[in-house]
């Protein structure tokens, strides 16, 4: 923010210098420097024809005889073969650019979070740009917001082919310059407006207004520390600095009531893996990390960067394998996308299973919620909750004879 803010001051102080610069030429008439150029055309230099012109109160046909009289013509220059190969000035009078694609990501790093949050795509942009101020472009204009909630872009503006020309003329008093833009387009604007847009809208307003108008942060940077002689002197940090700790974008909390370890599967919508189909053996290679009961342990699929350095729109999926103490490993479960989604896991191997007793499976939720503006938290619990509405705790023991003993202990 603080450097958006610095580039438009400094659009206003590039003004004024401007202003300043041509102070000289404001006192003439606003089509004066269209005269010189006429005159200048006739091979006269331009000082000349300022003189003539300031002479004769700008009437072009006297000042035009008074240069005939009076001013040397600007001979025609003369090129030599042996001089034709060397260093030449270059002259241009317009800039062209063409080119398939233009795209522009805005990334939100307000905060919390460090992700995509708008990007402006120019497909066949053809861009031409006059020395005199005419220009002209066409494109296939389109605007895309991404959905942190599913992990995706959606298209704000579908692809919309428009054509669009500006030129400089004289403002009506004859005192400045109006810039006149004409959009010429056959196409119809269709633009998607939907509750998850507005509340991006919403929630990324209040962050950036809250972090620029926030100057308890600038506060809490200031520091008084003791002299050696004693007296209190104040350090102050300088404007605009922060230091930010890196956006981990996952963060998995363990409600299970026992331990458990989780391991993470990046793959592509066509080369899913399904794990349950997996050898045993090879799920144990995987580098499992414990999260202990009630604890929140933070995790990222990608090493270490920031997201803006990758391509957002190459699709994958992120998933999860999760075992729990005593269960077999359940999974892959797709984390991207914000829900509740379950899966059925199978106590481990005892000697009752050996037996011919197979013992029942458990139900395990895993919650995928955000977690303040960007971060998905994934909760991973039991699909059965007991809540006490009791006045005094209430102690509850499970039996099964299959399973280990195990016991909870509910406060009201």
Request: hydrophobic share 35%.
């Amino acid at each position: 923010m603080k450097m958006f803010q610095q580039i438009f001051e400094s659009l206003s102080k590039q003004r004024e210098v401007a202003k300043q610069a041509s102070s000289k030429e404001s006192s003439h008439p606003a089509n004066f420097q269209a005269q010189v150029d006429k005159l200048s055309a006739l091979g006269f230099h331009p000082s000349d024809c300022i003189h003539a012109l300031e002479e004769f109160c700008g009437r072009l046909d006297e000042a035009a005889i008074w240069l005939t009289h009076n001013a040397q013509p600007i001979p025609a220059p003369t090129v030599r073969l042996q001089d034709q190969g060397g260093a030449s000035a270059i002259n241009f009078h317009s800039i062209e650019i063409k080119t398939g694609s233009v795209n522009i990501c805005v990334i939100d790093d307000c905060g919390d979070c460090d992700v995509p949050l708008l990007e402006v795509s120019l497909v066949h942009l053809s861009l031409k740009q006059d020395y005199l101020g005419k220009g002209s472009a066409g494109c296939s204009l389109s605007v895309d917001y991404y959905n942190r909630a599913l992990s995706g872009w959606e298209p704000f503006l579908e692809p919309w082919k428009c054509e669009a020309e500006w030129d400089k003329s004289s403002s009506r008093d004859l005192t400045g310059e109006r810039l006149s833009i004409s959009l010429k387009t056959e196409n119809t604007v269709n633009v998607n407006i939907t509750n998850t847009l507005l509340d991006l809208f919403h929630m990324v307003k209040n962050n950036w207004t809250s972090d620029y108008y926030n100057r308890e942060r600038l506060e809490g940077e200031n520091s008084i520390v003791s002299g050696e002689e004693g007296y209190k002197a104040m350090v102050v940090s300088p404007q605009g600095y922060r230091q930010r700790s890196p956006f981990i974008p996952f963060a998995l909390k363990n409600e299970t009531g026992c331990d458990l370890s989780f391991a993470t599967l990046t793959a592509s919508p066509d080369s899913i893996a399904d794990m349950e189909n997996k050898d045993p053996n090879k799920m144990e290679e995987r580098e499992w990390v414990h999260v202990p009961v009630g604890s929140i342990v933070p995790f990222s699929f990608e090493e270490r960067g920031k997201q803006r350095h990758r391509d957002m729109h190459e699709m994958k999926v992120h998933q999860l394998l999760v075992r729990v103490d005593g269960w077999q490993p359940v999974g892959p479960v797709t984390v991207d996308k914000v829900g509740v989604f379950f899966r059925l896991a199978s106590s481990e191997p005892t000697t009752s299973s050996s037996l011919g007793y197979v013992p029942p499976s458990a139900r395990v939720i895993i919650a995928v919620t955000l977690d303040g503006s960007a971060r998905k938290l994934v909760t991973i619990r039991s699909a059965l909750l007991l809540s006490n509405y009791l006045q005094c705790p209430v102690d509850i023991r499970l039996e099964n004879n299959a399973l280990r003993l195990g016991g909870m202990w509910l406060e009201n």
